[in-house]
């Protein structure tokens, strides 16, 4: 039987709290080998409040910004004060990664740099000690034990190749609690990640959710999808609609969790709940909360705002209060599965994919994944804009299943301008170009991740 989202993170805590003498010390009481909600919760603060001593000691960026703020480490006497702490914005770590950093570079094991914006925007480096490594993957390893069971083959078409890359954390987690993992990557042919899972009989498939959603268009006349015996998508990097969603559950009779995760908050973070459409998340190696995105302040219970992460316990480079611009809801009430962590709301606007027209409208893919996703000729799109002079230009080229007439085509660009041209930043005045591509036109070199690219980047 796999594990709830809870038992995983209780896991993660009594493994971490029966080795950990300074809590066990400061806290007599606790009962050996115990762990329930308010342990958890007495364990969690302590966490943070050791997280914030450490980044108070050992980084120059957060001794300073507490400095400034007029707070210490001894203020935080509860979860509560955690709000009393400085936002840390990603232009900071953008600027000044090496002021985060809290111990000497040559005992980094896992340096990561990567760029966030959809457009332009500056890279981030970030560290990753050997134990902050062992710990994303012990995370990656309760997870695994959410969505499957020993014995059960996983297919990760991710990138890999990469020393310390997500395919290869994800492959150490999963054989820990005796799954099999092969890693396909994401540049083979649709054909031959279906000849993977049949030669291996794989039950899992780990993607993004773009991609899983082209193969299975590709292939669900060429192969009996659901005679294949994967039982579970694990989708991750991009918004799932519904649409997407429910046909994906068809096409391989099976079911299909999404996760949500932050490269800065360590790659891994929240898994779907197999209850109901929203995400239980690391409490145990993470706070989150929501706020106000124009004032900075919390949010209700409930009411949507920007994701906001405090990591607890990492070494290398601890983030407090890192401002994620990713907009969503979160809630403390029981939640339907039973469990005592919070929930997450669907993400669906992610700052990275998000471009922002001269008309003040917002556009990102995921906005326009329920529309577009509808027409079930569709197998992909790219999104591409354009500033000019007085105007602005946004194309969508689409890529069809094979095989459509001339006229179906044109049939196609005139269905789907309608729904579009409602949207906010048409109505407001932006130009609406959709193209209708070559059926496989994007499949080479597939975006990753969904974005907004310039106009410059279109094959024309
Ligand atoms: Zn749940």
Not at 50 to 75: H, L, N, Q, W
Not at 144 to 157: C, D, H, N, R, Y
Not at 228 to 256: H, K, P, Q
Request: glycine fraction near 8%; aromatic fraction near 8%; charged fraction near 30%.
């Amino acid at each position: 039987m796999a594990i709830t989202m809870e038992e995983g993170v209780f896991e993660l805590c009594k493994n971490a709290m029966e080795k950990d003498k300074g809590f066990l010390r400061a806290n007599p009481g606790v009962p050996a080998g115990e762990m329930n909600e308010e342990i958890f919760s007495r364990y969690r603060l302590y966490r943070l409040q050791e997280t914030v001593r450490y980044a108070y000691e050992k980084s120059r960026f957060y001794r300073r910004k507490m400095e400034e703020g007029g707070i210490r480490p001894e203020d935080i006497k509860s979860l509560e004060d955690l709000k009393r702490l400085p936002l840390t914005e990603p232009s900071d770590l953008a600027a000044k990664s090496y002021q985060f950093l809290c111990i000497s570079q040559g005992a980094v094991e896992k340096p990561v740099t990567y760029v966030s914006s959809g457009t332009v925007g500056p890279s981030k480096h970030l560290f990753f000690s050997p134990a902050d490594v062992e710990a994303v993957i012990e995370f990656i390893r309760v997870g695994m034990k959410v969505i499957s069971e020993p014995g059960e083959v996983l297919q990760i078409l991710m990138p890999s190749g990469s020393v310390r890359g997500q395919a290869e954390l994800v492959t150490e987690a999963a054989a820990r609690m005796g799954v099999r993992a092969i890693t396909t990557g994401i540049f083979c042919s649709s054909e031959e990640q279906i000849e993977a899972t049949r030669n291996h009989k794989c039950t899992v498939w780990f993607g993004s959710t773009h991609m899983i959603y082209r193969i299975t268009k590709e292939m669900e006349r060429k192969y009996d999808l659901r005679s294949l015996g994967v039982r579970t998508m694990f989708l991750t990097i991009g918004y799932l609609s519904d649409t997407m969603r429910s046909y994906i559950e068809n096409a391989w009779n099976c079911r299909v969790i999404n996760h949500y995760g932050l490269t800065e908050a360590g790659f891994g973070m929240a898994i779907e709940c197999a209850e109901e459409p929203v995400y239980h998340y690391n409490e145990f190696g993470i706070i989150a909360e929501v706020i106000n995105k124009e004032t900075g302040e919390p949010a209700a219970d409930g009411e949507e705002g920007e994701l906001v992460f405090t990591t607890l316990g990492r070494e290398a480079m601890p983030l407090i209060r890192y401002r994620s611009h990713d907009i969503a809801r979160m809630w403390r009430a029981p939640a339907a599965c039973g469990c005592c962590l919070g929930s997450i709301s669907p993400v669906k606007r992610r700052r990275e994919a998000c471009v922002t027209l001269a008309n003040g409208s917002e556009i990102y893919p995921s906005l326009f994944d329920d529309t577009v996703y509808a027409f079930p000729q569709i197998v992909d799109y790219d999104v591409f804009h354009k500033k000019e002079e007085d105007k602005e230009r946004v194309r969508f080229a689409v890529e069809p299943v094979e095989g459509l007439t001339a006229e179906e085509t044109l049939r196609l660009k005139e269905e789907l301008s309608k729904p579009l041209s409602v949207q906010p930043a048409f109505a407001q005045g932006a130009d609406l170009e959709i193209v209708v591509l070559e059926a496989g036109a994007l499949r080479q070199g597939a975006v990753f991740k969904k974005l907004i690219r310039p106009i410059s980047e279109a094959k024309e």
